[in-house]
């Protein structure tokens, strides 16, 4: 009898392309994909260390399936399970543990009963292409490199993920001509660094090599995953602002808007290389959606240097601010600082950020009504209105009303008003 399984992702991007592959080759093995735990012989848990709170979400989860079902084959990878295997490995919940080097190997390790896979990440030294033919979303991810060389002091990603390592430009090329052919017309390239692509390849490539190839191709448009403001170089910015097939969409790993905090996260800009390029992107770009991150209460910000960080965002051309209390992480360099901050502070800071987004999301918005856009229409419903969801080309929700999904989810739309939450825009196909 075939094996049914199901699959959970957990974190970035990066982990949903990888949970893909894995379900795709989960599929071409034999195995039945299901969605409801309760119809799966085997439940994949992909997993997030990004913060505590994605390693307790992923434990818990696990030992809710297995609770109310002790026959379920259950399987954790994932960057919690690269970080913690030896920790994990005694777990009664787990039957097997699969570090990230060998996640997409997860068929051939159920069918051979090997119930533990995880080896030293460092010695990953290529990048591990998989080719998909179909994705789980209307958007095309293309994963284009793993790991990170940097070391900011609050960070374990660079120990579950290893160096940076890029996918070929051939084979790059070839996924997004695939993807093209077989219905997507936009790709999302995505990695744990991206902007660090191509050096491991050759000294002269940049990500920026990479873009000037991906113009070519079939593909009607492309996104770019999240980038360290020290990658968009003025020739960088330049470029894009020349494409017809960048989304002008951006998101910036800005982690905090305060010197003294930038330097004890050990991240190599300043408050001005901010505002300077923000100002840059603002000024090629009419419409362009720039979004960041940033980690409050980080061990020593002090009230004043939070109110640094609250009045420049407040200043700055932003569209939105994913705001995040800071998360000690095992073994970092942020762990043994002095001069921790209480939970409770944290939680105070980031409800200021967050009032600062809102009201930056709502500005973008507002300046968006009333122009034409270019839209993927996704073909499930918004469950309050029942109209169709999608997303322009510069990262602006939308609801559709119209009757079916259309022949071609790439669409003309005019977006006439804001809905009743005030996120996003109702509009109209041209």
Request: hydrophobic letters at 35%.
């Amino acid at each position: 009898m075939e094996k049914k399984f199901t699959i959970k992702t957990l974190g970035c991007k990066t982990n949903r392309i990888e949970s893909d592959i894995i379900a795709q080759k989960m599929v071409n093995s034999g195995f039945i994909q299901v969605d409801d735990v309760n119809d799966a012989d085997i439940y994949i848990l992909n997993s997030c260390a990004v913060t505590h709170s994605a390693e307790s979400k992923s434990l818990s989860s696990l030992r809710g399936v297995k609770n109310r079902n002790p026959k379920l084959l259950t399987v954790l990878t994932g960057c919690f399970a690269q970080l913690e295997a030896e920790k994990l490995r005694e777990d009664k919940s787990i039957d097997i543990l699969v570090g990230n080097a060998d996640k997409t190997e997860i068929p051939n390790l159920i069918k051979n009963n090997i119930k533990f896979d995880v080896t030293d990440i460092f010695e990953q030294t290529e990048f591990k292409f998989d080719s998909l033919s179909a994705l789980s979303r209307a958007r095309a991810t293309v994963k284009i490199q793993d790991g990170c060389d940097n070391r900011c002091s609050y960070c374990t990603i660079p120990f579950a993920r290893g160096k940076s390592r890029s996918s070929k430009i051939d084979d790059v090329l070839a996924q997004i001509n695939l993807l093209f052919k077989n219905g997507y017309d936009e790709t999302v390239l995505t990695g744990i660094h991206i902007g660090q692509w191509g050096r491991d390849l050759n000294p002269g490539y940049s990500l920026l090599t990479l873009l000037e190839h991906i113009e070519k191709t079939q593909i009607t448009q492309y996104r770019l995953g999240s980038l360290n403001p020290l990658e968009l170089t003025d020739e960088f910015i330049d470029f894009l602002s020349k494409s017809k097939k960048f989304c002008p969409h951006f998101h910036l790993s800005l982690q905090s808007f305060c010197n003294k905090t930038l330097k004890n996260m050990n991240r190599h800009y300043s408050e001005e290389d901010i505002f300077n390029l923000i100002g840059n992107i603002n000024s090629k770009f009419e419409f362009a959606f720039i979004g960041s991150d940033i980690i409050v209460g980080f061990p020593g910000e002090t009230d004043e240097d939070f109110e640094i960080t609250r009045k420049n965002l407040s200043l700055v051309g932003l569209s939105q601010i994913h705001v995040f209390p800071y998360s000690v992480r095992k073994n970092t360099v942020a762990e043994r600082l002095p001069n921790h901050i209480k939970e409770t502070i944290k939680k105070e800071r980031a409800a200021i950020i967050q009032t600062i987004s809102d009201e930056k999301h709502l500005e973008f918005l507002k300046k968006n009504l009333n122009t034409l856009n270019t839209v993927i229409i996704e073909n499930r419903k918004d469950s309050e209105t029942g109209f169709f969801k999608g997303v322009t080309k510069n990262y602006i929700n939308v609801l559709a009303d119209i009757p079916s999904m259309p022949s071609k989810p790439l669409q003309t739309v005019k977006l006439l008003k804001l809905s009743d939450d005030k996120k996003r825009i109702i509009a109209d196909i041209v």
